[in-house]
């Protein structure tokens, strides 16, 4: 199993990215993706996550307070991609930012927990500064 996340950059204040993390190796849809991030000198926070879509319902998203309101995670299934649109972005958004598979509960559990997830990506550089 690989994640591959890109779409990292430099941005100002205000401005918007959007992350991506393609998925490979997974053989169903029946997984959950995470999004973490780690800013310098601190522990890996919670970002967002999305449930697996089952039996044709739309799959769930979920957000740390931090961002809520700000960012929009979504998937698509048939290009095995989890996207993290990130707007009004702030200079306390700067962080190495990691998508992660959650596949013991199939994806139908949402967990903030990093140990629950058991296959990382390489991580994508945030920089928010004017």
């Known amino acids: 199993v690989q994640l591959q996340a890109s779409g990292g950059g430099l941005v100002q204040p205000g401005g918007s990215l959007r992350l991506s993390c393609v998925v490979s190796?997974?053989?169903?849809?029946?997984?959950?993706v995470g999004w973490f991030r780690q800013a310098p000198g601190k522990e890996r926070e919670f970002v967002s996550c999305i449930s697996s879509a089952v039996s044709g319902s739309e799959a769930t998203p979920f957000y740390a307070d931090s961002v809520k309101g700000r960012f929009a995670i979504s998937r698509d299934i048939t290009k095995n991609t989890v996207y993290l649109q990130m707007n009004s972005l702030k200079p306390e958004d700067t962080a190495v930012y990691y998508c992660a598979a959650e596949t013991r509960s199939l994806g139908l559990v949402l967990s903030l927990s990093p140990d629950d997830y058991k296959y990382w990506g390489q991580g994508t550089l945030v920089t928010v500064s004017s």
């Open positions: 190796g997974i053989t169903s849809d029946h997984y959950g």
